[in-house]
């Protein structure tokens, strides 16, 4: 690993249109990626998308696809800017940082020292916890209410009246108080407003011109459209077949929290300048990308990968390829890799387009290892009987596990873990190894109706009727009340 430029040795529609760098150093032909990307568009009906590629210190990949309005046919360029939503977080983690090597600012000191206006209850809150999303504080935008500029005032008044919902440190749950009160701490300690101190302190330095904060009441030049498949009928949120449009409003006092719009170029140029020190000192890196803790120790964050929460930064902590990763509204994300130097920006606008679900897959083109077919991802254990099998057969599944488990009587495969396994070879269309995996579950957990389902489903889908239906047979002689099994034996017979 080279510590000069990445952080000092820490460790931890749809047309296609691209623009690799010339000097690129890409590891795989670059059209191939392109078309990784142009059929994650299609599967999810995403309009447009923006990727940057940062590897080994330079930016070695810029591409656009799709389009940023559809109404116009308009396309999606490298200069079209897209709504972050809380990406926003982790430019405000830097923001603090830097007012802490300032010396202005002490992460474990009580929010109160800071702004003793606050109801009494809230004073005892560190800032780190109001960072990490583990203050207890009652949440400004709950899900069943909107805060508008209409409304803000009240609101405001209106949550300080309410109760912790559970004492500090206590629990991991993400909260858009929290990120009120660190604009409001930032406002306070640098002497101007939080969006002019993330201009200053950060735009500026990188040279970001078209990164703003704001929402979709600003007219921004090359500004991208909102879309969504989700609407509400009578209060029920339902998946819909037409793409819809979607308005964010951001008012100024939850900005922090997730009102920033930008491109991924400039993103990228961020975070070159986050490696190359130009923002923070090294040591206030590894602070910045250290999860936070609860009261027992543990870490709490998202789930699935996103395992940790730091300051402002979603955390993916794992053996293999660990990485720092923001994501926001479910249709922007930002990994880096520290171990790897490698950074991906992808920018959407598509909400549940969720491209932290696939941008491990982005990193693969450029870090072998890190391919779907070598198991990456799966617990260790898992791998590496994933990696035996892929020389000897996937029929053997059974048999290595006997011998294995004949050698070392501690040797486990949690149910969990090779379902999992089985629907990522489902993914990867590879469905015959999948059955073999999922036979494999179903002698380990012969009484799990689960096991049977997830074989059932998998024959179904290889076009073997007799298999499918003895499976769900047997589902529901394990669980008489599966629906599914009901449904799909009437299908079939």
């Known amino acids: 690993m080279r ?31 392109d078309l990784f990307l142009k059929a994650k568009m299609q599967q999810l009906r995403i309009p447009g998308l923006q990727l940057a590629v940062v590897r080994h210190g330079k930016i070695v990949k810029l591409a656009q696809y799709g389009l940023a309005n559809v109404q116009d046919s308009v396309p999606v360029i490298t200069q079209t800017r897209f709504f972050l939503n809380s990406i926003t977080k982790a430019f405000v983690g830097v923001a603090v940082m830097q007012l802490v090597e300032a010396g202005k600012l002490d992460l474990a000191a009580p929010v109160g020292r800071y702004l003793p206006e606050l109801p009494t209850a809230w004073h005892p809150v560190t800032v780190r916890q109001l960072l990490t999303h583990t203050s207890g504080l009652p949440d400004i935008m709950p899900e069943d209410a909107l805060v508008t500029e209409n409304n803000e005032t009240a609101a405001w008044t209106q949550v300080q009246t309410q109760p912790l919902d559970f004492p500090a440190g206590q629990q991991f749950a993400y909260n858009q108080t929290n990120y009120l009160l660190l604009g409001r701490l930032i406002d306070q300690l640098s002497g101007q407003p939080f969006a002019q101190f993330i201009r200053q302190r950060q735009l500026d330095v990188v040279g970001m011109p078209r990164t703003s904060a704001g929402d979709a009441h600003d007219v921004l030049p090359h500004g991208a459209r909102g879309y969504t498949y989700t609407q509400y009928v009578n209060g029920q949120r339902r998946r819909s077949p037409q793409l819809r449009n979607l308005f964010e409003v951001f008012p100024p006092s939850v900005r922090p929290a997730a009102g920033m719009s930008s491109t991924a170029e400039e993103m990228a140029h961020w975070l070159l300048a986050l490696q190359q020190g130009r923002l923070l000192q090294p040591a206030s890196l590894v602070t910045l990308w250290t999860p936070g803790r609860l009261n027992d120790g543990s870490q709490r964050s998202f789930g699935g990968k996103l395992t940790g929460y730091a300051l402002g930064w979603p955390t993916v902590d794992r053996p293999e390829h660990p990485a720092v990763a923001p994501v926001g509204g479910g249709r922007s994300a930002v990994f880096l890799y520290p171990q790897d130097e490698l950074a991906i920006v992808v920018l959407t606008n598509l909400m549940g387009a969720n491209p932290d679900t696939y941008i491990d897959e ?3 083109y450029y870090i072998p290892d890190m391919r779907p077919a070598t198991g990456f991802g799966l617990p260790p254990t898992l791998r590496a009987l994933h990696l035996q099998l892929r020389q000897q057969g996937f029929s053997h599944a059974l048999e290595l ?14 149910e969990a873990d090779v379902n999992n396994w089985g629907y990522a070879l489902v993914k990867q269309h590879q469905l015959r190894d999948a059955v073999e995996v999922f036979k494999l579950n179903v002698s380990l957990n012969p009484k799990s109706a689960n096991t049977y389902d997830s074989l059932a489903e998998t024959y179904q889908e290889l076009g073997n009727k007799e298999l499918a239906v003895r499976n769900y047979k047997q589902v529901l002689k394990l669980d008489p009340t599966s629906q599914n099994a009901v449904e799909q034996l009437k299908k079939l017979q």
């Open 3 to 33: 510590t000069s430029t990445w952080l000092a040795g820490i460790g931890l529609a749809l047309c296609l249109a691209t623009s690799p760098l010339r000097n690129a150093r890409a590891a795989a032909p670059a059209d191939s990626l």
């Open 362 to 364: 982005i990193a693969s």
């Open 401 to 414: 596990v006997k011998k294995e488990q004949k050698k070392n009587a501690g040797y486990q495969l949690p």
